[in-house]
């Protein structure tokens, strides 16, 4: 499929269309080739528990809602 940046603004939902068939999406800008969309070959999914940022703050003494209350705190200055 072939396009241009203004369809890619008004028609975008007839390109992610394009790309869910597994057709191959060409940008043009100007009559220039300046991109070429590829569909996913797999998606990926993942469990909150299995991303490696969870559980970070298993090991300290504060609690997650205690440091998220102090990160959330209004914050005051002493001139």
Known sequence: MNVSVVDLRYNMKNVLQAL???EE???HYHGKLKALL???KEKKTMRVQ???AFGMYKKRKISVEKEARALRA??????
């Open 74 to 79: 209004d914050r005051t200055y002493d001139i």
């Open 25 to 27: 999406v060409k940008v």
């Open 38 to 40: 590829v569909p996913c």
């Open 20 to 22: 869910d068939r597994s």
């Open 50 to 52: 299995d991303h490696p």
